[in-house]
Antibody
Framework: QLQLQESGPGLVKPSETLSLTCTVS??????????WGWIRQPPGKGLEWIGS???????YYNPSLKSRVTISVDTSKNQFSLKLSSVTAADTAVFYC???????????WGQGTLVTVSS | QAGLTQPPSVSKGLRQTATLTCTGN????????AAWLQQHQGHPPKLLSY???NRPSGISERFSASRSGNTASLTITGLQPEDEADYYC???????????FGGGTKLTVL
């Protein structure tokens, strides 16, 4: 059974860079046919897609976040990562990683990790 | 700001049928169809259907999806208490080269 697990600091200071890693187990990130994505959900609000990456390194980003987002992949560790720069309190959210089929539907999700932006 | 439009809330009685809608445009829902996700409070979303009416393994047949033009629908029959949750639609937007979500519909089972 495929499993995804987010990891990273739960507290980030304003203007700093948020960094999270998603570790994939039960399957290979290099198996092809799937993108690997990040989604966030502010407390009490809806889902927002951040971006996704293919094992080759090809990426797609949310246009509204593109200037601050970098997603990378490490196939040797079966992990992919998110960096979100210049964070503010508005970036406080539960961050999820997920597998994306045909780069359109998210079929396996991590449990999510809450990241709070505060000094 | 959500890219797809969903009604904020729907209320139906136990064992009744609920139909949730998701409206987009020809670049997203009207192009490749929509996926539907269910999210219970405090849990990650769970995929219910994709590309209009493909159900992942283990998803009840009480959940069925369809599309008409730029509007996707999720129909839930025989409503149960455990169906009370937030439901989101998503789709690939070919003009944005991005996944877009609806704002979510809170389903209440009375």
């Amino acid at each position: 059974q495929l499993q995804l697990q987010e990891s990273g600091p739960g507290l980030v200071k304003p203007s700093e860079t948020l960094s999270l890693t998603c570790t994939v187990s039960g399957g290979s990130i290099s198996s092809g046919n799937y993108y690997w994505g990040w989604i966030r959900q502010p407390p009490g609000k809806g889902l927002e897609w951040i971006g996704s990456i293919y094992y080759s390194g090809s990426t797609y980003y949310n246009p509204s976040l593109k200037s601050r987002v970098t997603i990378s992949v490490d196939t040797s560790k079966n992990q992919f990562s998110l960096k979100l720069s210049s964070v503010t309190a508005a970036d406080t959210a539960v961050f999820y990683c997920a597998r994306t089929g045909a780069n359109s539907f998210l079929d396996y999700w991590g449990q999510g990790t809450l990241v709070t932006v505060s000094s | 700001q959500a890219g797809l439009t969903q009604p904020p809330s729907v209320s139906k009685g136990l064992r009744q049928t609920a139909t949730l809608t998701c409206t987009g445009n020809s670049n997203n829902v009207g192009n490749q169809g929509a996926a539907w996700l269910q999210q219970h409070q405090g849990h990650p979303p769970k995929l219910l259907s994709y590309r209009n009416n493909n159900r992942p393994s283990g998803i009840s047949e009480r959940f069925s999806a369809s599309r008409s033009g730029n509007t996707a629908s999720l129909t839930i029959t025989g409503l149960q208490p455990e169906d009370e949750a937030d439901y989101y639609c998503s789709a690939w937007d070919s003009s944005l080269s991005a996944v877009v979500f609806g704002g979510g519909t809170k389903l209440t089972v009375l």
